[in-house]
């Protein structure tokens, strides 16, 4: 049990379809993110949100909206993704937005591009 | 672009072998922290170094700071099965969010 937790565990999409990841943490933290994990690659950071607004955006494509409605729950709205956009999505949470605060990870999204 | 560079990527050794992994940056850094990620899993934190020089040891895994903040090492001390995973180091510099390594894969063979 780690105190966040990511739905569905697999996903896999046609690229016209539209779907959405969810993230849920119980651990009464004030920051979420999500990243992106690909093999052999660094985590790369997509969204911050810290107190339910965005605080960071690493130049995602627009086909990934985000959505903070509290500050427990964390959604990535998915539509028209590319086949590059297979990976495992990482939701996590700490305590803020300081960079220097241990994150918390849900155990990810597996997603896969048709 | 911040480079935080892990080697090796990937390491497969037998139970009770020692073994070190490295993190290492041109940049300075003013705390690093690694995680260790099981297949299936996201990453965990395992520790997190802040002084130049530092060494902290968890159980049989013993991590380092470099004196000059921008280089990390893991050394595992009889390794067994259960230390089998992705280990991940991300430092804390300045100017940008937490920035990560790629990870080396560890595998420990019974």
């Known amino acids: 049990e780690t105190g966040v937790t990511q739905t569905p565990r697999h996903l896999v999409m046609g690229m016209t379809n539209k779907k959405s990841l969810k993230c849920e943490q119980h651990?009464?933290?004030?920051?979420m993110y999500w990243y992106k994990q690909s093999a052999k690659k660094p985590l790369e950071l997509m969204f911050v949100?810290?107190?339910?607004?965005?605080?960071e955006n690493n130049s995602v494509p627009s086909r990934f909206s985000p959505e903070c409605p509290n500050s427990s729950h964390l959604f990535l709205h998915l539509h028209t993704l590319q086949p590059e956009d297979s990976a495992l999505y990482l939701c996590?949470?700490?305590?803020?937005?300081?960079?220097?605060?241990?994150?918390?990870f849900g155990d990810g999204t597996r997603l896969s591009i048709l | 672009t911040q480079l935080l560079e892990q080697s090796p990527q990937f390491l497969s050794i037998q139970e009770g072998e020692n073994l070190t992994v490295y993190c290492n940056s041109s940049?300075?850094?003013?705390?690093l922290q690694w995680y260790r990620q099981e297949p299936g899993e996201g990453p965990v934190l395992l520790v997190t170094?802040?002084?130049g020089g530092e060494v902290k040891k968890l159980n049989r895994l013993t991590f380092q700071f470099g004196d000059a903040r921008k280089d990390s090492s893991l050394h595992i001390t009889a390794a067994q099965p259960g230390d089998t995973g992705l280990y991940l180091c991300?430092?804390?510099?300045?100017?940008?969010?937490?920035?990560w390594g790629a990870g080396t894969k560890l595998i420990i063979k019974p």
């Open positions: 996590a949470s700490s305590q803020d937005s300081d960079r220097n605060q241990p994150q918390h």
């Open positions: 651990l009464g933290h004030n920051a």
């Open positions: 949100y810290s107190l339910e607004e965005r605080v």
């Open positions: 940049s300075v850094f003013s705390s």
């Open positions: 170094v802040v002084t």
């Open positions: 991300a430092g804390d510099e300045s100017n940008y969010q937490l920035i």
